[in-house]
C-alpha cells in the first residue's frame, strides 16, 4: 500500500493482498462513494437537521461545489484541513468536499482550545481551518487568528455561521500574518474535472487519546474506512429505510463510521443530526423523524431513560441502540430493552479501527456483559500478559489487534509507534480485557488504570 502522506505506516503487501482477495477493500475514495450514492438515492433525504432536509443529489451538488470552492481558494491534494465543526449538514459536507478536493480533514472535538488546537496544527503543518465563527458563547475565529499568528502553516481559515447570522468577513479578509479568513458559504465554485484519487491514501486523520502537548493522530484510509462502515451496516442491517440519529459528536469514529453516519448514507438511510444529547433535545427529535439506530454512551443512555417519563417522548420507532465508549454497568444494561422498546447492541471502538460488537442475534446474557466480536473475519485478536504471551481464555490481559481497519503506526508518531506496535505490527491497544469461551471480548480497564473511555475517541461523560 502506498500512502499520499509522510509520517503514515502502510500495511505490508502480505497484508494488503489478503484484504483485496477478500474483497474487504475495494478500491473506491470515499468521496466517490458518495457520488454512486447520489446516483442510486438522488431524491432521498440524506441529511436532517431541525427544519432543514438535504436529499442524496443536493448533497452530492454541494460537496461538488465546495470542493471546486476548496481548490480555487488554494487549497491543494495532501493539504491538512483541522475540522471542527458541531453536528450540522456542514460538517458532512466540508469533510467530503476535502476529500473531493483531495486535502485531508483532521477531525477535532469541538472542545478544543488553542491549548489542543496548536500542537494539532503544528503536528499535521495544517493549512486550512474549518470550524464555526462562535459557539455556545465562545469565538473560534478569534482562536483561529490566534493560531495562525504563532504557526507558520495555519494561512486559511473558513468559518461557519449559524443559520441567519451574517459573516462578520463580508466577503474575505487578510491578517497581517498573511492568514486569510472566509465565510464557509464561499467555498462554492462551479466543479471543474474530477481529480483521479487511489483509495489507498490516506482519508481521515482522526485523533485517538493523548496530551495537548502530544496529539495522536491517527491515518485512516479510504479503503479501510469505507470497509469498517460498510461491513458496520451490514452487520446491523441497515437499509435505506432507517433514520440514524447522531446524537454524540459527529468527529467521533463511533458517530461517524460504526457505521453511524457514512454507513447511514451508503445504504441510502437517512441522518438525523442533533447538537445537543440531553434527552429533552434528541427523544422529541426520535418521535418527529422516527429515527430506527442510534449510538450513545452509558451516561447519555442513562440521561434518556431517566428523562423519558418527564419528556413524554413516543420513541417506539427505535429497534437498535448502541452503546459505547464507557463501561455498561449491568443494572443499566438491563433498563434499556424494556424501558426503550429496542435491542441494544454493546460496541468497543477505537478511532485506530479495531471494532467488537455484539451481534443481532446474540443471547441477552452475551449483550448484557460483553463488547461482542470484532467486525471482520480478518480482525486478529490477542489479549496477552507482561510479557507478550498469550493468556487462556477468561484471564485478564492486553488487549492486541492487527486487521484491515486497524492502523499499522500514528502519524508522524515514531516514538509513541515503539511502544504501540509489536514487530511484527500487532496493535497495543493499551486496554485490558478477557476473552470469553464463545470468544466475545470483556473490556474491564486500561493499563494505565484509567477506566475505558480514556484514550477513546468519545467522552463517557456526556
Known amino acids: 500500500m502506498t500512502s499520499m502522506l509522510d509520517g503514515c505506516t502502510p500495511w505490508p503487501q502480505e497484508f494488503v493482498d489478503r484484504y483485496w482477495a477478500a474483497g474487504h477493500w475495494r478500491g473506491n475514495t470515499l468521496d466517490n462513494l458518495l457520488r454512486a450514492w447520489a446516483l442510486q438515492y438522488g431524491p432521498r433525504t440524506a441529511l436532517v437537521h431541525g427544519d432543514t432536509r438535504v436529499t442524496y443529489a443536493n448533497l452530492n451538488r454541494r460537496v461538488d461545489r465546495m470542493a471546486a470552492g476548496f481548490t480555487l481558494l488554494g487549497l491543494r491534494r495532501g493539504h491538512r484541513v483541522v475540522v471542527q ?3 450540522v449538514p456542514e460538517f458532512v459536507v466540508t469533510v467530503f468536499a476535502l476529500l473531493r478536493a483531495g486535502a485531508v480533514p483532521v477531525f477535532c472535538p469541538l472542545s478544543h482550545r488553542a491549548a489542543e488546537m496548536f500542537p494539532l496544527v503544528q503536528v499535521t ?10 459557539y455556545q458563547g465562545f469565538d473560534h475565529k478569534a482562536m483561529a487568528a490566534d493560531i495562525a499568528a504563532r504557526s507558520s502553516f495555519l494561512r486559511r481559515v473558513f468559518t461557519h455561521e449559524a443559520e441567519g447570522a451574517a459573516s462578520p468577513y463580508g466577503g474575505y479578509t487578510t491578517d497581517p500574518t498573511g492568514c486569510h479568513y472566509f465565510p464557509l458559504a464561499s467555498a462554492d465554485a462551479p466543479p471543474g474535472p474530477q481529480l483521479r484519487q487511489s ?18 493522530l491517527v491515518p485512516r484510509t479510504h479503503n479501510d474506512y469505507a470497509y469498517q462502515a460498510r461491513a458496520a451496516a451490514e452487520l446491523v442491517s441497515l437499509t435505506e429505510n432507517d433514520v440514524y440519529l447522531a446524537a454524540l459528536p459527529v468527529e467521533f469514529n463511533f458517530t461517524f463510521g460504526c457505521p453511524g453516519i457514512v454507513g447511514t448514507l451508503s445504504v441510502g438511510g437517512t441522518v438525523v443530526l442533533a447538537e445537543d444529547p440531553e434527552p429533552a433535545a434528541c427523544l422529541p427529535v426520535v418521535e418527529r423523524e422516527r429515527v430506527t439506530v442510534t449510538s450513545v454512551t452509558p451516561a447519555v443512555a442513562e440521561l434518556w431513560l431517566d428523562g ?7 420513541v417506539s420507532s427505535l429497534r437498535l441502540v448502541q452503546i459505547g465508549g464507557a463501561p455498561l454497568h449491568r443494572a443499566l444494561a438491563e433498563r434499556m430493552g424494556p424501558e426503550l422498546g429496542c435491542r441494544m447492541q454493546q460496541v468497543f471502538d477505537r478511532a485506530e479501527g479495531l471494532l467488537t460488537l455484539t451481534r443481532p442475534a446474540d443471547p441477552d446474557e452475551t449483550v448484557l456483559t460483553t463488547q461482542g466480536r470484532p467486525l471482520s473475519p480478518d480482525d486478529e485478536i490477542r489479549v496477552v500478559d507482561v510479557d507478550g504471551k498469550d493468556v487462556p481464555d477468561g484471564e485478564c490481559g492486553e488487549l492486541l489487534a ?3 481497519s486497524t492502523l499499522r503506526g500514528y502519524y508522524r508518531a515514531p ?9 511484527d505490527g500487532w496493535f497495543r491497544t493499551g486496554d485490558l480485557a478477557h476473552r470469553t469461551p464463545e470468544g466475545n471480548l470483556v473490556v474491564t480497564g486500561r493499563l494505565t488504570g484509567a477506566p475505558w473511555g480514556a484514550g477513546h475517541d468519545h467522552p463517557s461523560g456526556l
Open 415 to 423: 516514538d509513541r509507534d515503539q511502544r504501540s506496535f509489536t514487530p
Open 199 to 216: 483509495a489507498d491514501q490516506v482519508a481521515l486523520l482522526l485523533l485517538s487519546g493523548g496530551t495537548a502537548e502530544a496529539p495522536q
Open 402 to 404: 492487527r486487521g484491515p
Open 125 to 134: 503543518e495544517a493549512v486550512g481551518y474549518v470550524g464555526p465563527s462562535t
Open 308 to 314: 423519558l417519563p418527564t419528556v413524554g417522548a413516543d
Open 85 to 87: 465543526l458541531p453536528n
